[in-house]
């Protein structure tokens, strides 16, 4: 299983650098086998912001994410990750500080 960073998928809906688009595009379609990182399907839609200049919306984002979420397995980390996060931010007490 292969997986691409979120620029990989920025580049591919991105027509100011036709170069790096193909390429992207490229790669993307090879992928039979991929895996999409929960991190990397996060960051996508908030980089996605950034083509709004070029006409790119985020309608359109969210539906290119269903159609990458259809072709590849979504990949998102085990339970321990979110039980490791809350207690490391509860002992650090950072909420508290925002209040």
Same mark, same amino acid.
């Given at each position: 299983?292969?997986?691409?960073?979120?620029?990989?998928? $920025?580049?591919?809906?991105?027509?100011?650098?036709?170069?790096?688009?193909?390429?992207? &595009?490229?790669?993307?379609?090879?992928?039979?086998?991929?895996?999409?990182?929960?991190?990397?399907?996060?960051?996508? $839609?908030?980089?996605?912001?950034?083509?709004?200049?070029?006409?790119?919306?985020?309608?359109?984002?969210?539906?290119?994410?269903?159609?990458?979420?259809?072709?590849?397995?979504? $990949?998102?980390?085990?339970?321990?990750?979110?039980? &490791?996060?809350?207690?490391?931010?509860?002992?650090?007490? $950072?909420?508290?500080?925002?209040?």
């Amino acid at each position: 299983m292969n997986a691409v960073d979120t620029k990989v998928l $920025i580049y591919a809906r991105d027509p100011r650098d036709p170069t790096k688009q193909q390429k992207a &595009r490229q790669l993307t379609a090879r992928m039979t086998n991929g895996g999409l990182l929960w991190q990397v399907a996060c960051e996508f $839609i908030a980089a996605s912001r950034k083509l709004t200049s070029v006409g790119y919306t985020q309608t359109q984002a969210w539906t290119e994410l269903e159609r990458v979420r259809g072709l590849w397995k979504l $990949i998102v980390p085990s339970e321990n990750v979110f039980v &490791r996060a809350e207690s490391l931010t509860t002992g650090n007490n $950072i909420s508290s500080g925002m209040r």
